[in-house]
């Protein structure tokens, strides 16, 4: 073997690689672990704030291999919402109230009706909102400019009254970008100080929407209003030390009281205390010195004080607080007698940015300003009209603030009673920055410099812009997925890939014997490189993630099939044992690249337009797929090559045969005609398809995921077995009869609840309307203790995109693989061929569904399922692959396809050659799917069914279709050539 030793080192560089990798998910699992005992009291129950106070207080700090806690927890494996439980949604920021922030809330009737007429088709169009206004503007008003709408005092530095409509679009197009990239900048720092572990926070490519994941998340209530809420931008007075430090003294004293009682608790022997009801020096001692007591304890008030608050000058006029403090600080200022001690005019509120430590922790500054909690700001961010990031004279980063009129006047105000003295600007609660104050500024235009970076002065604009123009958000779409639910996918998905690799490990030794085990032993290769890329990457391992880890098991195991079938055709021609190795492992290579591009090309697709855990699903099979093909061709290699040449030195040369008592006469000698039964296939695909399609119109058309009709859907968990149809009577009435599905999910103690009712109403208010019917029409069954652990919402317009979204994947799909199989086959016969029957694989599973429907398997059609349609399209194209190879290898890529006779024999000795292979890959895939669909859950039912017809079918019309059409569509249009001698055959 060629390279057998940059092979052995590259196998042996990437196992590091992983091993390294994967130790930061054992640590990171580890310190959890540490933080759920430190927080679980005698009696069993956990204390989630003293477990987030435990992990805050390693945040920043090395825990591993120099790493802090925040870098083992971002490079461990993470968990998707489907497996850890949590929280995610789908914010959508709405051009129309950008669009009439921007032409100064105009009457303009032309205006209007334009806005009107684009929220009517944005519902069935995938454009941005900003292109349809635009159209539909130039349909209602086409002698009238954009500039009559948009040049106005709010874009006075930008557009004037002369200005094209191409300026127009320029100026209006960058401002809604603008507005989308300051909502998502306001989430991303809402949810840092939310104290969510691992969320993932992304725009979503050509849209107006912002994806949120929070994993672990418990209330989903409390997510959303922190996700919906408007962004409030004041102006606040700051207050200076000399205003609040005796109360800061007073603190000092209060807590080096507190460590002295607790001190002298230690001392008699009570080893518990209760952090929820005092004791602020029980949080803020270690629990190892509180157990080992070593540390003398310090009760003086300037020592008590500075153990929590930081002086960041030499004077103390600017003090801050650790991170990993700060929730702390937060409990000791709720205090109403810690409250007493400063003046009641005064709030206390963080800086935004923290600054780093030399332990490797952040401190984050506290400020003083004049305002109550309660009390409204004397400026707010609605009088911003501009706000740009520019330089000063001497070349410095500034930012320029413009105000409008009511905005001046105030301002003038404000600053000429505030000269020498600092303005804290306040978004959320948060600082950005407190400026001195130089001198009055009566015009409202105002210059603010520092010592700020380019990137800095960019995100003070941005924070100064989230007043100038408000961009509303609504969720479109939202899921809550319970812990106990996750807990239960996680259980699923693990037993289905033990089981899988076990029987795959099973066959292939029962099948090939010896060097089975080595096909195996790359196969356990390939699920740690998985597992290890998927760590480097940083991508979230969720349940159809799983699913593919475990159909790639299946594919991979394909690869090796490829090869050991090649050698025992080699071993049977009389060829040494040797030289079969080498040629098996040359002649399988193509079927082996050509099979696995298209179905990567598959996985690209469905990272592109999937979401959530569909993307996850096409990572996975991505990384599968390229990790399958190492482990195959080269790491099994060495493998086999290793056997071998023990073998020969042994002289059990002739004990090396690759096949086993069960596979040694199968398939051998076969010869049946498959292209002249090709008309009886053509009638028994057709007529299935054409009953699925007839019992599909009978039925109504798909039972259609929430996902893709939009809706609300709900996991209740009973004490009890229930029955679905009681359920749904019930909540007929409370849902106002708008509609309700019943069903099932593993298992009669959970039943999934799925209801239109109020689906166009986006609102918050919608969402506790309908949870409050769905517990009402419950309250029938409250001796079952119905508990809801999972609820989603798809608001009905992200319905209608992600169905478009799915129908052009499966466009987009058919289209790669047309093109690629052109480019590697050099004929359109072939492309078409592959197209026709990857459209008969897929009509073939669409159909069955309505089929089984009769039988009493009611399976939805969501993204998962048509995730399974894609892999089904991949896996079909993988094994036509392998037939078309073989027909290339017989005839060459010039052969005249209209010499039907010479065609016909030839493509019938290809399938008969390739019988053994077509039937071993179909049936190691099968294996695995058929353990997703028995222990999958109800979550993989439908890909797992969609997965189990495709497969079987897919087989099938790579044989009884795809091979055929060739010879149907063939055209005659170069000379007859003979088929080349083959050594092979």
């Known amino acids: 073997m060629r390279y057998k030793g940059a092979i052995v080192w590259l196998t042996g560089i990437i196992s590091a690689l992983c091993l390294f990798f994967l130790s930061f998910t054992w640590k990171a699992n580890a310190v959890r672990e540490d933080a759920i005992a430190y927080a679980t009291s005698k009696d069993g129950k956990l204390d989630p704030a003293k477990k987030t106070r435990y992990i805050d207080s390693l945040w920043k700090q090395p825990v591993y291999l120099g790493f802090t806690l925040q870098d083992v927890t971002t490079y461990a494996l993470h968990k998707g919402l489907d497996l850890e439980g949590g929280f995610s949604a789908v914010l959508e920021v709405s051009p129309v109230e950008i669009l009439r922030a921007l032409s100064g809330k105009s ?5 209007e009706k334009a806005l009107e007429n684009a929220s009517k088709l944005q519902a069935t169009s995938t454009k941005p909102f900003n292109e349809i206004f635009f159209e539909e503007f130039a349909k209602v008003a086409p002698n009238q400019r954009l500039a009559t709408i948009f040049a106005n ?92 430090g005796q109360g800061l003294n007073t603190l000092g004293e209060y807590l080096a009281a507190e460590s002295k009682a607790n001190k002298a608790t230690v001392a008699t022997a009570t080893t518990s205390t209760d952090t929820t009801k005092g004791g602020l020096a029980s949080q803020l001692s270690a629990p190892k010195a509180a157990k080992k007591d070593t540390a003398k304890a310090d009760t003086t008030a300037g020592a008590a004080l500075t153990k929590l608050f930081l002086p960041l000058d030499n004077q103390g006029r600017n003090w801050g607080v650790m991170r990993k403090d700060t929730a702390r600080v937060n409990e000791l200022f709720r205090r109403p007698e810690v409250k007493m001690m400063f003046p009641s005019n005064l709030t206390f509120v963080w800086y935004a940015k923290g600054i780093p430590s030399t332990t490797g922790d952040e401190i984050i500054q506290l400020e003083a300003i004049k305002k109550t909690e309660n009390q409204p700001a004397p400026l707010e961010g609605d009088v911003i009209v501009d706000a740009t990031n520019d330089y000063d004279q001497n070349q410095r980063p500034e930012v320029t603030m413009v105000m409008n009129g009511t905005g001046a006047r105030i301002w003038k105000n404000l600053t000429a009673a505030s000269i020498g003295k600092r303005v804290a600007i306040v978004l959320d609660n948060y600082v950005y920055s407190a400026p001195v104050i130089n001198g009055e500024i009566p015009n409202g235009r105002s210059s603010i410099s520092g010592s700020f970076t380019v990137e800095e002065a960019k995100d003070l604009a941005n924070v100064l812009k989230a007043g100038k123009l408000p961009a509303p958000t609504r969720i479109v779409e939202d899921a ?124 690209v697709i469905l990272i592109i337009f999937g979401s959530g855990s569909v993307k996850g699903f096409g990572v996975t099979l991505c990384i599968g797929l390229i990790t399958s093909v190492f482990t195959a061709v080269f790491v099994s290699h060495v493998l086999v090559d290793w056997m071998v040449q023990r073998k020969i030195a042994a002289g059990k040369e002739k004990e090396v045969t690759f096949e086993t008592f069960i596979s040694k006469d199968l398939f051998k000698g076969m010869n049946f005609d498959f292209i002249g039964k090709r008309k009886y296939s053509y009638w028994f695909s057709w007529s299935l398809i054409a009953v699925g399609i007839v019992v599909l119109i009978a039925q109504g058309g798909f039972n259609l995921g929430v996902d893709f009709k939009g809706g609300r859907s709900y996991v209740v968990e009973f004490t009890k077995p229930v029955d679905a149809t009681n359920i749904k009577e019930a909540l007929k009435d409370d849902f106002e009869e708008k509609g309700v599905e019943v069903k099932t999910f593993n298992g009669p103690t959970k039943m999934k609840v799925t209801t239109s009712y109020l689906v166009e109403d986006e609102s918050a208010t919608a969402n506790q309307k309908v949870r409050t019917a769905l517990e009402k029409g ?85 993204q998962i399922f048509i995730a399974a349609i894609l892999t089904v399209i991949g896996y079909s194209i993988n094994d036509t692959v392998v037939v078309f190879d073989r027909i290339r290898e017989e005839i060459g890529l010039n052969a005249d396809l209209s010499d039907k006779e010479l065609i016909i024999k030839t493509i019938n000795t290809s399938i008969n050659h390739t019988m053994s292979r077509t039937v071993m890959t179909a049936t190691t895939v099968f294996l695995v799917v058929s353990v997703l669909l028995f222990f999958g859950g109800e979550i993989l039912r439908g890909f797992s069914f969609a997965m189990f017809i495709g497969v079987v079918f897919g087989a099938y019309s790579s044989i009884f279709v795809a091979a055929p059409i060739v010879i149907d569509l063939g055209t005659g249009k170069k000379k007859a050539v003979a088929p080349a001698a083959n050594p092979s055959k």
């Open 107 to 111: 009457n303009d009737p032309n205006f």
């Open 153 to 244: 005092s709010i874009n006075r530095d930008k557009l004037n009254s002369g200005s094209t409509d191409a300026q127009v679009k320029k100026v209006v197009n960058s401002e809604i970008d603008g507005a989308v990239d300051r909502v998502y900048k306001i989430i991303q720092a809402r949810i840092d100080k939310f104290g969510v572990a691992n969320p993932n926070i992304q725009r979503l490519p050509g849209t107006n929407r912002i994806q949120v994941e929070l994993p672990g998340v418990d209330n989903p209530e409390r997510a959303r209003k922190l996700l919906a809420g408007a962004a409030k931008l004041e102006f606040v007075e700051v207050a200076e030390i000399n205003e609040w």
């Open 480 to 603: 809550f997925i319970g812990p106990s639910l996750g807990q239960e996918a996680i259980n699923q998905g693990y037993l289905s890939m033990a089981v899988g690799l076990i029987l795959v490990i099973v066959f292939m030794i029962g099948y090939y014997g010896n060097p089975g085990w080595m096909a195996n032993a790359a196969l356990l290769f390939n699920v740690f490189f998985i597992a290890g890329v998927l760590v480097q990457m940083q991508s979230a391992l969720t349940l159809p993630g799983i699913a593919g880890v475990v159909l790639t098991l299946g594919m991979a195991v394909d690869a090796n099939v490829l090869i050991n079938e090649r050698i025992r055709e080699e071993l049977h021609r009389g060829v040494g044992l040797l030289d079969a190795v080498r040629l098996g492992y040359d002649k399988a290579l193509s079927a082996i690249l050509d099979g696995n591009v298209t179905t990567f090309l598959i996985g």
């Open 778 to 862: 419950l309250q029938q069954f409250a001796d079952a203790k119905p508990v809801v652990v999972s609820e989603s919402k798809v608001g009905a317009t992200i319905a209608d995109d992600i169905l478009t979204q799915s129908f052009v994947s499966i466009g987009y799909a058919l289209i790669a693989i047309f093109i690629y199989i052109l480019i590697r086959f050099r004929k359109w016969q072939y492309s078409l061929g592959s197209i026709i029957a990857l459209i008969h694989d897929t009509l073939v599973v669409l159909g069955m569904v309505g089929i089984v429907r009769i039988f009493g398997l009611d399976l939805e059609v969501d």
